[in-house]
């Protein structure tokens, strides 16, 4: 069911977060770089949620490479969901569920952001509470620097794991109420 746009949640400063209550909603984060063609897969899928009318427990972040900045994102909510390219040899547009414990739990080839997103991981485990995190991967096989194009399969598997962002959102959600 397609509606007006919805923009994403755009952080510009910590006030965002204590505006309202967020301890029944869950962040859904796309990350990546936008500019690096199917390693940005996380920042589409993003975008098409936006044009979709949404749960309302559910916030939606074009997280970007944005590593330490997104700190802030982790003391807010207790639930985030991170969607995120990986290069794990399996075919392009395979969608896979992780529940990673720790940063070292995360794929092992989180293409060029690979550094930042696991030092914030394991910043994270070190606050005094920690979020219930799952990640959705999206595989690729190669980078293409200085594009927004996507690889057809990698397109193709955005509104599947779109369903199951929001499937999986569902379950999270009837479990906390």
Known sequence: MNIKERPPVAICSDSHFFEKDKSNSILVMGVGNYLMGDEGIGVHIIQEMSKNQLPEYIDILDGGTGGFLL????????????????MDGKPAGTISLIRPKFASDFPS?????????????????????????????????????MTIELNEKVSAAIPEIIKQILNHSAELHLKKS
């Not at 700190?71 to 390219?85: G, H, P, Q, S």
């Not at 394991?122 to 959705?136: G, K, Q, S, T």
């Open 109 to 145: 080839a989180l293409s060029v952001h690979d550094v930042g997103l696991k030092d914030m991981i394991e910043a994270v485990y070190l606050m005094e509470e920690i979020p219930d995190i799952h990640l959705f991967t999206v595989s690729i096989e190669e980078l293409n620097p």
């Open 71 to 86: 700190l802030n994102c982790f003391e807010a909510y207790k639930t985030i969901i991170f969607v995120d390219a990986t």
